[in-house]
């Protein structure tokens, strides 16, 4: 079993999507020693924006093919996902590789793959929340990687992370707890 675990916070060893991640990898290799695991920090290692050249690497595009399972560290700024994790994504969009066009429209060609989000976000977004309709993270991402053909999709989220201290640490203790339940 193969691991891609990719995280985007520019926050550092403080940002809580990296413990989330940190912690579902850490489980996941628990219940599967022998699984080697792929790291890319987009912070450490940033992609530039997407160009025409860009597509001859296909570097990105290969880790992302060869995974079992993929871990992302999304947090959420400014109601939608960091550049750098964008970047990534734009080199996962590849037709013939990851989609295709046919008569009936698009036909996702990556799934088979379990993708895990660790989810933060500074304020509360969930389904049915007021401020629901500013979540352009979650949705982006769950549209993204749906139109690629992954349909086992989880989010482990800690929301209200920036709403104080006492929150953060409930937001964090409640994802964690939501990572034990994960099966890899």
């Known amino acids: 079993m193969t691991i891609l675990h990719v ?7 403080n940002s809580v999507s990296r413990i989330i991640s940190r912690s579902i990898i850490e489980r996941l290799q628990a219940q599967e020693p022998a699984a080697t695991v792929v790291r890319r920090d987009l912070v450490a290692q940033s992609l530039p924006h ?3 050249e860009a597509f001859a690497d296909s570097t990105i595009l290969d880790e ?6 993929v871990v992302v560290g999304a947090p959420m700024y400014n109601f939608g996902i960091p550049s750098h994790l964008k970047a990534w994504i734009d080199r996962l969009a590849v037709a013939g590789k990851t989609f ?28 049915g929340t007021p401020s629901a309709a500013f979540d352009h993270q979650e949705n982006y991402l769950r549209a993204f990687f749906g139109f690629l053909g992954i349909t086992d999709i989880t989010f ?29």
Do not use: C
């Open 64 to 69: 992302f093919l060869a995974a079992d399972t």
């Open 100 to 127: 295709r066009y046919t008569g009936n429209g698009a036909e996702g060609l990556a799934g088979g793959k379990k993708l895990i989000i660790a989810s933060s976000r500074g304020g509360v977004f969930a389904p």
């Open 50 to 52: 997407l160009t025409f």
């Open 156 to 184: 482990v989220r800690a929301e209200g992370v920036a709403m104080g201290p006492e929150a953060r640490e409930k937001a964090i203790a409640a994802a964690r707890s939501e990572v034990t339940m994960l099966a890899a």
């Open 7 to 13: 995280d985007s916070s520019i926050n550092g060893e």
